[in-house]
């Protein structure tokens, strides 16, 4: 009897042991059950109606830092990201979440615009800048960011100086090629600022941000200054926030590139709703915290609009002396209007 529960014990542990054993090596390790690892797939090959990701409200992957912010100051951030009434741009605007990469990296902080470390940053930022230390973007935090971020632009300090910079000679620029335009547009560019869009575009590709096959494709280059005139003078639309007669496009250092587009928009449509998807796209928060190493600054009321630094603007002309016409809305015809008074120069306005 004794030895027949002693056989019987050994061989439950014989079972478990060999059970063990048998669990270990055929189960399926956690991993190998995600599709990534068994089908990462090119990232540029994403399917092209990818959602977006959610809103910045959702704590991102780096948040660093356990400061307390002003009391309160998150949960009014978190409100008011989609509901501030304002006009940073001279047009009302709701909510500032479009503006959220950019704020965020002027303050330094990884955590969401409605989080705790975000409030305790700008808090940070705001003592550093003379401003109340309260924690929650508001107009008085724009109108301070805002102007440093035009004059980040050479291109703005040249244009606040009115004067308006010259363009390269056509056949000095290289041509972007066929799978770095979007639409089959011809794109020209500067030679060195193409080869960094190149190398900062790579480098976003490694990163995994390119969710959609046209994403940084270029759409517009460099823009020849008498076409651009004749468009001005035919439109009656280039002194606003999104044209001007003193195009940053005839540098040859300027790209509108495909960063994302909402359904039924085009990648340049200026449409509030538009710039959101933009903005709360992968790609230009990676190009918000990465572009600057490649030597790239963006006007921040196009996230599609970014200019290379690598390169002097070449010498220019006055802003007064170039064509005005379309430079003002008019209600007279064209022919015999009057010189109009140039408003470009008008310092740190932004425009592309
Ligand atoms: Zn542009």
């Given at each position: 009897m004794r030895a027949l529960r002693r056989l019987l014990w050994g061989l439950g542990v014989l079972a478990l042991v060999v059970g063990a054993f048998w669990l270990w090596v055929v189960w399926p390790p956690w991993e190998a059950k995600s599709p990534q690892a068994t089908d990462p797939g090119p990232?540029?090959?994403?399917?092209?109606n990818a959602e977006s990701p959610p809103p910045l409200v959702a704590a991102p992957a780096l948040c660093v830092g356990s400061e307390a912010g002003p009391p309160g100051a998150a949960a009014a951030n978190a409100a008011s990201l989609s509901t501030l009434a304002w006009s940073p741009f001279g047009k009302p605007e709701t909510g500032w979440e479009i503006y959220a990469p950019r704020i965020a990296a002027e303050i330094g902080t990884s955590c969401a615009p409605g989080s705790d470390g975000f409030a305790a940053a700008l808090a940070r930022w705001q003592q550093t800048n003379k401003l109340a230390r309260t924690g929650v973007v508001d107009a008085a935090v724009f109108a301070v960011m805002l102007p440093r971020w035009h004059l980040a632009r050479p291109f703005v300090r040249v244009n606040r100086d009115g004067i308006c910079p010259g363009a390269p000679a056509e056949a000095s620029l290289a041509t972007a090629r066929s799978d770095e335009s979007y639409g089959g547009k011809t794109i020209q560019l500067r030679p060195a600022a193409l080869e960094a869009y190149r190398e900062m575009a790579a480098e976003a590709r490694a990163a995994g941000v390119?969710?959609?096959?046209?994403?940084?494709?270029?759409?517009?280059g460099f823009r020849a200054p008498d076409a651009d005139a004749q468009r001005c003078a035919r439109d009656r639309n280039c002194q606003g926030l999104i044209r001007t007669i003193c195009s940053a496009h005839r540098t040859g250092l300027a790209m509108d590139l495909f960063i994302d587009a909402a359904p039924g928009f085009g990648p340049d449509s200026s449409a509030d709703a538009n710039r959101l998807v933009m903005a709360r796209s992968p790609l230009y928060r990676w190009m918000v915290s990465n572009a600057g190493r490649f030597g790239f600054v963006n006007y921040v009321y196009e996230p599609w609009h970014w200019e290379w630094t690598g390169e002097a603007m070449l010498p220019g002309a006055p802003i007064?002396?170039?064509?005005?016409?379309?430079?003002e809305p008019v209600t007279e015809p064209l022919e015999g209007s009057t010189p109009r008074t140039p408003a470009a120069a008008s310092g740190a306005r932004g425009r592309r």
């Open positions: 990232t540029f090959q994403a399917p092209v390119l969710r959609r096959p046209e994403a940084l494709r270029i759409y517009s007064a002396s170039l064509p005005q016409d379309g430079a």
